[in-house]
């Protein structure tokens, strides 16, 4: 019972460097999304998806790309990191129906710090 | 105004007190509520719906007032393992896209 598997947990980035966080889910869930949580505020969208081949922005998606070409897997690229993207970044993944009833499935969260 | 507002807290309660939390909410189209909870340094994980008539889970219970656009959360009889941080959420519809989490309340239950 995986449910939302992230990777890394942890990571340290240079400024200007370029990373994917990986987010795989096993329950056939149609949504998915990608979120990040900074201190004190709520959880922020960055980018999400309907299904396979179909992403969408959200809140934030400035910095960030994603893709989508399966339905299970949702990596999330961060290029030329800044410390503006210092954050704690968490996938979830919801049954087409979205959040009605439902709600979200989230990984265990990537917490990444850019110096 | 933010879209979803909660008292950051923290509260403080002892062990076996009842504590409520509320959450207000700014868009009057808003359709499904939750309450989700945090630990520290964890995923959120859904802990209830929030639906019209109000709803009991054991010692939770969920209540909507659409009228004054406010959600509640009551815990009775608070156990240690109670201690997390609580989040509302709002989504105006399906598809997690509409989805406005608040910033959280923290509950520490002490012995």
């Known amino acids: 019972n995986a449910g939302v598997t992230q990777t890394p947990k942890f990571r340290i980035l240079k400024i200007g460097q370029s990373m994917t966080l990986q987010c795989t889910q096993d329950?056939?869930?149609?949504?998915m999304y990608w979120y990040r949580q900074d201190p004190g505020m709520g959880l922020k969208l960055i980018y999400y998806?309907?299904?396979?081949?179909?992403?969408d922005k959200g809140e934030v998606p400035n910095g960030y790309n994603v893709s989508r070409s399966t339905t299970e897997d949702f990596p999330l690229r961060l290029e030329l990191a800044a410390p503006s993207q210092t954050s704690v970044y968490f996938c979830a993944s919801s049954p087409a129906s979205g959040t009605a009833n439902y709600g979200y499935t989230f990984g265990s969260g990537t917490r990444l710090t850019v110096v | 105004r933010k879209e979803v507002e909660q008292d950051p807290g923290p509260f403080n309660v002892p062990e076996g007190a009842t504590v409520a939390f509320n959450c207000t909410y700014s868009?009057?189209?808003?359709?499904?509520f939750f309450w989700y909870r945090q630990d520290c340094r964890k995923e959120p994980k859904l802990l209830m719906s929030v639906y019209s008539s109000g709803n009991e889970d054991g010692r939770f219970t969920a209540q909507l007032n659409r009228a004054s656009q406010y959600i509640s959360l009551l815990i009775r009889d608070s156990k240690l393992s109670d201690s997390a941080t609580y989040l509302c959420?709002?989504?105006?519809?399906?598809?997690?896209?509409?989805?406005?989490f608040g910033a959280g309340t923290r509950l520490f239950v002490k012995a």
């Open positions: 998806s309907v299904g396979a081949g179909i992403t």
């Open positions: 329950m056939n869930h149609n949504y």
């Open positions: 868009n009057s189209a808003s359709q499904s």
């Open positions: 959420v709002v989504a105006l519809g399906t598809g997690g896209f509409k989805t406005i």
